[in-house]
Every structure is written in structure tokens, then in C-alpha cells.
């Protein structure tokens, strides 16, 4: 079994894949604006520490719809690679090609639906040695036990399930850094009620800056 390693801003590559208005019509496991904040948050911390990223879409003028328009308006340097009908976007040698061309050997992939937009290509890089991180909650299936059935599948096939603020953290690593408060107003997106917490701590700054 292979040592899982900690994500790092300079080894990592985010994929996203078909994030689309119509499929997220079938997602029943997970809140649909939550989903979508969580997606956004990834693309803010991307943006922030200039990871890549790589989307793509299944038939975007069909029925499954457009991509959500978050991803490339928080992380305008996102790569959009378009596919001809693969389901799994690794069978799409285009979309192999840009993964390969970030030189990244770890992989943060979400996507909707987990069972297949997800599971598919993470099962595939993990066997082509990727090391592959499933952000769960940025990615959405029909049902939670749909759900339960491919993190299952995922973790045996050696795919790491984690969550959005996971990756975010494990990425950040400290708040004693100059972008802090970039981090926070991008947690804000995945976890609303810290917007308080950035609020109070402002105010209290400002207050103690006025009894100087």
C-alpha cells in the first residue's frame, strides 16, 4: 500500500470536471448551493496559490448544460478541455495531455456525478500512478447511498476521500502568511457563518486600532 503524502500547493493539480447546470439537477446527496460554494472555493484557493486547473464538460450544448461560470471567473487561469462523447474524461487524450503538461503527480478532482464523473478518471490516474484526492463535497450524486457505494469503491481502488475544507487547510498550512485573509473570505464560501468570524475579528481590530 502506498504512503499517502500531504497536499502541497507546488505538487498539486485540481480538476473539475462537468460541474453543468442540467446534471446538477440530479444531484440529491448534498445541497445544490452548497456544492456549488464548495466548487468556488476551490477555484478561489487555486487562484490564490496558482495551482492549475483543468475543467471540462459532457455535451455542453446538450441537455447536461453549460459549466457553472464560477470556476473560470474565481480561477481565470483554468484550462477548459473540451471532450467528443467520453464519458470518463480520461479517455479523452486531450484532457490526459493537459493533466500531464501541469507536471503534477497529485490530483484534487470533483465533479458531478461522483459515481461517474469522479470515480471514473480517479480510478484511471490512480492506475497510470497519480495520487488522487475525491473532494467529496465539491462533487454530487443521485443518492447518498450512491454516494456511500463509490467512496467505498474509491478507497479501495487507493483514491483519498477528503472535503473542501480539507484541501483548503491542508494547503494553507498557516495563518501567518500574507494571504490570511484571502484564505478566510474563501472559507467564507464553503462555511457561510465564518463571514461572522472575519467580521468580529475586523471590528475588534479596528476598535483596538482606535484606542492607540
Known sequence: MSVVTRINSDDVAILLIDHQSGLFQTVKDIDVTSLRNNVTTLAKIAAIENIPVITTASEPNGPNGPLMPEIHKYAPHAVYVPRNGEINSWDTPAFVEAV????????????????????????SAVSEGYEVFAVIDASGDMSTLSSQAT??????????????????????KTWNRPEA?????????????????????????????SKK
Open 151 to 172: 467512496i467505498a469503491r474509491l478507497s479501495l481502488a487507493g483514491v483519498i476521500p477528503i472535503s473542501t475544507t480539507g484541501v483548503c487547510s491542508e494547503i494553507q
Open 100 to 123: 500531464k503538461k501541469t507536471g503534477k503527480k497529485k490530483l484534487i478532482i470533483g465533479g458531478v456525478l461522483t459515481s461517474v464523473c469522479v470515480a471514473f478518471p480517479s480510478i
Open 181 to 209: 485573509l484571502q484564505f478566510a473570505e474563501a472559507y467564507s464560501t464553503v462555511m457561510p457563518n465564518y463571514q461572522a468570524v472575519i467580521e468580529s475579528f475586523l471590528k475588534a481590530e479596528t476598535v483596538g486600532s
